[in-house]
Every structure is written in structure tokens, then in C-alpha cells.
């Protein structure tokens, strides 16, 4: 087995994975959260530990199970999962961020469950911090870094944005357009543009197969 892992193309490299969304407080019982199954990241970190990788994936709530050999950190918050990535990013070769972050948090956590009222109710949201965008700001340049764009309209235009604003290697497209695309399916259908704005677009397959051509990409920029 050590002969064999020896020729996997990721052999003991580390790699950081995140998955799933994040759920932000608003009381004891209650949140806000977005419709994420972290199918996508939980695949990702699987077949990065098939390419003999040492995976680290954190993980918001979610009911995927990881592969043994994938070291896996549970967080609830866009907060929990910012401080999670601070402290393993630093040791990573590449980092795909593929985790629905919650843009918005509470102001304020209720200590106690809040009371139904007549007059409805209002919950001030502050702006939480762009995880990606914050490891794009300390990524060395032997570090390979991936994020996600997920877009409804000015599809490519916007991934481009976010590819440069937050300094990445490439980033994943996902158009919620395209049928068969997007968090609950089993299947997506993405597109990769690089850094010199090289864009590849790949056919409707199952989350194992995109995964597949994701890892193999990373792979591709490590062993360059
Ligand atoms: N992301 C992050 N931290 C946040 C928000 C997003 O790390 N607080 C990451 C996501 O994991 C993804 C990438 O940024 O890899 C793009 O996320 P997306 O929601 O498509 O873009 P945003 O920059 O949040 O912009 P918007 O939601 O307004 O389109
Ligand atoms: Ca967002």
C-alpha cells in the first residue's frame, strides 16, 4: 500500500476543503441558513483523499458522510468556519472553498427565545466577513487557492469579479439556470475560468465526476 500511494498524483499533500452552509443564530432555537447539502464539497474532499491527499474538510451542518481518511472539522457559523480556516490554510498546498457562507448575521444573538409578537419583528443583519477573500489576502504564491461563484444572471461576468477581487487560482461557476445544477440535485454542470481567464465548460454530470474534474485541476496547478 505505501508502493502504491506513492504514484497517487496527491500523494500526502494537504489540502483544505470547505462544505456545506453555515447557520447563523437569531435565538437559542432559530437561525438563518441557506439550502446548501454540502454534496459538492463532501465529494471533493473524497476524491482528494482518493488522489492520496491528506484532507482537511470543515464543515458546516450537514448530514453527508466523509470519507475515513478525511480529517473532518464541524462548525455551525460564517464565523466559526472564518477562525477554522485561519488556523489551517497556512499549512494547506490549495484550499477549495466550496461552502455556502451566509453573507448576512445577526447583529444580535437573543439570549432567550424571542416571543411572538403582533407587530412582527425585525432582525438587524451586519455583513459577515468574505472567508475566501480573506485567505486570498495571505495566500503565499505556492499555494493554490478555488472558490465558487454561484450565479443567476451575468453568469461569467460576475465569476470573473470574484476570481480577481479574492485572488484565486480559478473558480467553479455554477449557474442555477442550468437544469440539474445546484444544492439539492445529485448532478452540476460547471464551468472553470483560471486566472489568465482560460474558461472550460464541462457536461451535466453526477457531483462524484465534477468533483473529479475539480481535484484534477488542482492537481494539474500543484504538480506544474
Ligand atoms: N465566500 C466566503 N465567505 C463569505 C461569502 C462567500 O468565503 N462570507 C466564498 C464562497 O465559499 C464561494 C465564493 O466566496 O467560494 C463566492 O460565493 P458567492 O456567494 O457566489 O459570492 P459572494 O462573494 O458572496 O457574492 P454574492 O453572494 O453577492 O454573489
Ligand atoms: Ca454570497
Redesign the pocket.
Known amino acids: 500500500l505505501g508502493e502504491l500511494k506513492k504514484k497517487l498524483p496527491l500523494n500526502k499533500q494537504k489540502i483544505l476543503v470547505?462544505a456545506g452552509p453555515t447557520y447563523e443564530a437569531i435565538d437559542p432555537v432559530r437561525f438563518i441558513g441557506n439550502h446548501s447539502s454540502g454534496k459538492m464539497g463532501f465529494a471533493i474532499a473524497d476524491q482528494f483523499a482518493k488522489m492520496g491527499a491528506d484532507v482537511v474538510l470543515i464543515s458546516g451542518p450537514s448530514s453527508q458522510r466523509s470519507h475515513q481518511s478525511v480529517n473532518r472539522v464541524d462548525v455551525t457559523s460564517?464565523a466559526e468556519?472564518?477562525e477554522a480556516?485561519q488556523q489551517y490554510f497556512p499549512d494547506a498546498k490549495a484550499c477549495v472553498?466550496?461552502?455556502?457562507?451566509?453573507?448576512y448575521t445577526p447583529v444580535t444573538v437573543a439570549s432567550q427565545k424571542i416571543k411572538k409578537q403582533d407587530a412582527g419583528l425585525n432582525i438587524g443583519l451586519k455583513?459577515?466577513?468574505?472567508?475566501?477573500?480573506?485567505?486570498g489576502g495571505i495566500k503565499r504564491s505556492d499555494q493554490i487557492l478555488?472558490?465558487?461563484?454561484?450565479?443567476t444572471n451575468d453568469e461569467e461576468q460576475?465569476a470573473v469579479g470574484?476570481l480577481k477581487?479574492?485572488n484565486l487560482d480559478f473558480?467553479?461557476l455554477n449557474s442555477l439556470n442550468d437544469k440539474g445544477a445546484g444544492f439539492k440535485t445529485d448532478t452540476n454542470k460547471i464551468t472553470i475560468i483560471d486566472k489568465e481567464l482560460h474558461k472550460t465548460t464541462y457536461d451535466l454530470k453526477g457531483k462524484d465526476e465534477v468533483a473529479i474534474d475539480i481535484c484534477n485541476k488542482v492537481a494539474e496547478l500543484i504538480n506544474a
Open positions: 470547505t460564517a468556519m472564518l480556516c472553498m466550496s461552502a455556502a457562507v451566509a453573507d455583513k459577515t466577513t468574505d472567508i475566501l477573500k480573506t485567505l478555488v472558490g465558487f461563484a454561484l450565479e460576475n470574484k477581487s479574492k473558480i467553479v
